[in-house]
């Protein structure tokens, strides 16, 4: 995957003149930027992100103490009536926590404040790898948009061929009357093209919440292009960010379980005050410390659950580590399939099928070719520059699937 860095200057220059908006080539690192600036599943983790903070900030709040008001032997029958035998005792008191409470709760929240931020991280690489497929798919739409001009203008000259032979007697007029069918259905499938690349370029701008302000993406496949090894793909999984994922769990886990460990403990509360009796107008001080019997642990429930729970993610850990490096060596074996294919129709069947497509439309010229050769060779030559087009984009397609696997970059380019 890509690292972008901002262009602080192309947005503004955006900004400023909206009016041209419409006008722009979009390039794929231009995508990624407006993703990163809007896209509505990135920007939900910075509130939280705060959110964690706010909690970590929690995590250190100590109990406040507590100030108390007693007032004894008032209103009552005989010597208790009235206020004469009154015992005020005011006191104050404070909560102790003991067994490291704060800083277990603290290192928790901690562990869980980083691993939003690190999911923020995996997120990011997610919504990038899916704007960069959004992207590649465009390209190839729009590469094919004009793929299928280039048949409409051969198809074109093949009909002026075919009208200069009619009108010399050549050939019947129900020949030319084919070759405008085949003109028609070749239209056809171009307004078809063009649908889906709008399409294409819809859920393009989708991925930043923005209209389609953009007349056509800016980028090219570009090949020979250097695939990753087995070993460096396999190497990658170790980063992946589903694995990540569930180390990050692992480490929440366990500080959990330690501050609801801590929490177990028994707390201690000291308290000081003043006691004044009105019947002998006297004052004394009074001193109490109290804890509560722990004749049981409160947390082993929370506690039990946590350590399964820990147990879960440790297989987890396993399982998905051993499927992510099934994943991964289907997508290097494909892509070795790809490469091979791409270099036998760039190299052998496209040369042949372009030279095919010469000597039919001289041996029609001369008449020694039929018509339906001729249509035969550029449907040929057409599918053939089509498939190059296919395989080029899917060796990108998989390997942008790769590094949304692994979230580590094999194009050349940081993420």
């Given amino acids: 995957m890509r690292r972008l860095s901002f262009v602080v200057a192309l947005l503004g220059t955006l900004f400023m003149y909206p009016v041209s908006a419409t006008t722009f080539d979009l390039t794929l690192s231009e995508a990624l930027q407006r993703t990163l600036k809007s896209n509505p599943s990135l920007k939900k983790y910075e509130f939280q992100s705060q959110a964690a903070e706010a909690l970590t900030l929690q995590a250190g709040v100590s ?43 603290i290192q928790a929240a901690t562990v869980e404040e980083k691993a939003r931020q690190a999911e923020y991280e995996y997120q990011r690489i997610d919504v990038l790898a899916q ?26 000259s093949l009909l002026r061929t075919a009208r200069e032979r009619e009108e010399a007697g050549a050939v019947p007029k129900s020949e030319v009357t084919r070759i405008k069918l085949q003109l028609e259905r070749q239209k056809a499938s171009s307004a078809e093209l063009m649908g889906k690349l709008a399409q294409a370029r819809a859920r393009l701008s989708a ?80 001193v109490e410390a109290s ?93 053939l520059e089509y498939q190059k087009i296919s395989r080029q984009h899917a060796i990108y397609s998989d390997i942008v699937q790769l590094e949304r696997l692994t979230g580590q970059a094999f194009l050349g380019e940081d993420l």
Avoid: C
Wanted: net charge positive.
């Fill in 291 to 383: 804890m509560p019997l722990q004749l049981q642990n409160p947390n082993m429930g929370f506690i039990k659950e946590r350590r399964i729970r820990h147990q879960s993610n440790l297989l987890q850990q396993k399982l998905v580590r051993a499927q992510l490096r099934s994943l991964t060596l289907a997508l290097v074996n494909a892509l070795q399939t790809h490469q091979n294919y791409l270099h036998k129709v760039t190299n052998s069947l496209l040369p042949l099928a372009q030279q095919l497509v010469v000597q039919v439309n001289q041996g029609y010229v001369r008449g020694t070719n039929s018509l339906l050769q001729v249509l035969d060779a550029q449907s040929e030559l057409a599918e």
């Fill in 63 to 105: 109990p406040n103490p507590r100030v108390g008001l007693e007032v004894e032997n008032i209103a009552g029958s005989g010597r208790s009536a009235g206020l004469d035998n009154a015992q005020m005792t005011l006191s104050f008191s404070q909560i102790l926590e003991l067994g490291n409470k704060r800083q277990r709760r």
């Fill in 131 to 156: 704007t960069t497929q959004y992207f590649y798919q465009a390209l190839k739409l729009q590469q094919f948009v004009e793929l299928s001009e280039q048949q409409l203008s051969r198809t074109e």
């Fill in 207 to 286: 991925m930043w919440a923005g209209g389609t302000q953009f007349k056509s993406v800016s980028g090219d496949f570009h090949f020979p292009l250097q695939l990753p090894s087995q070993a460096q793909a396999l190497n990658a999984v170790n980063r992946a960010p589903e694995y990540l994922r569930l180390l990050d769990s692992e480490r929440l886990l366990q500080a959990k379980v330690k501050a609801l460990e801590a929490d177990s403990t028994s707390d201690l509360t000291l308290g000081v005050g003043v006691r004044y009796n009105n019947q002998f107008n006297e004052t004394g001080f009074i």
